[in-house]
């Protein structure tokens, strides 16, 4: 359950926009989390979206770099963390992590604070009812 493959990818405009006109985010720095329960079961419990701003990281290594970190963070712990909360539900969970940081960081941070912001996400859906 480690993996990340392709349908675990929010690649849908439709979807896309449907999250980020109706769906709720929080900010941890260096991360937006934004997310919205859709109906309807899929493969997978949550598909998500990493995005890096082009005005603040000109350079595509730089933001393929900082991709790579989120992702590989996100990998290891959404089995641990997300998908036990959210896979008894009846729905699909969109979920969007914008990177909104100004410099690199190390992976260990990374990973320090995406578990962080993942226990806010959960924390957050529990006392909105969807546990």
Not at 18 to 38: A, D, H, M, T
Not at 105 to 115: D, Q, R, V, W
């Amino acid at each position: 359950m480690k993996t990340f493959i392709k349908e675990e990818r929010l690649c849908s405009r439709k979807s896309l926009d449907l999250l980020f006109k109706n769906g709720s985010s929080f900010l941890l720095y260096p991360f937006r989390l934004s997310y919205l329960f859709i109906p309807g079961k899929s493969a997978f419990p949550a598909q998500v979206v990493i995005n890096v701003s082009k005005k603040r990281f000109k350079r595509a290594h730089d933001r393929n770099l900082i991709k790579r970190r989120t992702r590989e963070a996100y990998r290891l712990h959404k089995s641990t963390d997300l998908y036990p909360l959210i896979d008894k539900e009846d729905q699909t969970l969109l979920l969007s992590i914008q990177f909104i940081g100004k410099e690199h960081y190390e992976y260990a941070f990374f990973e320090k604070k995406l578990a962080g912001a993942m226990k806010k996400l959960i924390t957050t859906l529990q006392a909105d009812g969807t546990d």
